[in-house]
């Protein structure tokens, strides 16, 4: 897809990936770009740097997400690219809280299903579209130290595999942003996790690998290019693979 002269909307837009998306997107030559994010004065900021349009909204909620949806398409234009981006982390395993479980299954995962339950049937009526969800290389693999992140990213990615399979035939495009660590407020003081062990990138970087993957229609995009070679390792001996992580585990978790 040529994103030149095209309508995207990003969540999570105030700061981090999203903010970045958004600045690529424009310096694409996108023709608007709906920068959407719970936090107001970021998303206006980021509208404002990029002569965009500022939207607030929850997407915890699926009303936020369709009236989101529908304003932008009668006030602005048909959704070209929607990207759903916003994402949470919360540290812990089964002994998680209820409701922080739940917190990370409403953003990591049915934000992605809202978006796409209101946008998809618009754009098969134009004949096709983009979707773009922001999972984590957790979903891929796994997360040390949080078993609500890993599971929800898993979904997520789920969800993306079963659009594409579900609706690529009808000119739905579909990608799946799958990085380890990026510089954002979610990774501020964890630059020595295990996420961060092949080294933290930039938004830009992933916003970036985006672009990258939009222009070429590719599904998985990778900005950490070992995340490949380390799913091939899990696919070709699973055991070992859970070893290893048992390592990484002992090495990380305490």
Not at 124 to 152: C, D, E, F, H, M
Request: aromatic share 6%; net charge negative; hydrophobic share 45%.
């Amino acid at each position: 897809m040529d994103i030149k002269d095209r309508i995207a909307v990003v969540t999570g837009a105030a700061a981090g990936i999203g903010r970045a998306l958004c600045e690529a997107f424009a310096d694409q030559g996108a023709r608007a770009v709906v920068c959407a994010d719970i936090d107001a004065n970021g998303s206006k900021e980021t509208a404002r740097s990029i002569n965009g349009i500022a939207k607030t909204i929850d997407v915890s909620r699926e009303a936020e997400i369709a009236d989101l949806i529908a304003d932008v398409e009668q006030s602005v234009g048909p959704i070209d690219i929607f990207c759903s981006n916003a994402g949470v982390l919360v540290e812990g395993g089964a002994e998680a809280p209820d409701a922080e479980w739940q917190r990370l299954w409403d953003i990591n995962v049915m934000a992605h299903v809202w978006a796409a339950r209101h946008v998809v049937p618009l754009m098969l009526k134009r004949g096709g579209g983009y979707l773009l969800n922001t999972a984590s290389a957790a979903g891929l693999l796994n997360q040390i130290g949080s078993a609500p992140y890993g599971v929800t990213k898993h979904a997520a990615v789920g969800l993306a595999e079963w659009l594409a399979i579900t609706h690529g035939d009808a000119g739905i495009k579909v990608s799946v942003l799958c990085p380890q660590a990026v510089r954002t407020a979610m990774t501020e003081g964890h630059e020595d996790h295990v996420a961060a062990i092949d080294g933290m990138l930039e938004p830009a970087d992933a916003a970036n690998a985006c672009i990258e993957a939009i222009r070429n229609e590719e599904f998985l995009v990778l900005p950490h290019a070992n995340v490949r070679k380390y799913m091939q390792l899990k696919t070709a001996d699973y055991d070992r693979w859970i070893a290893g992580m048992q390592k990484l585990n002992r090495a990380y978790s305490g």
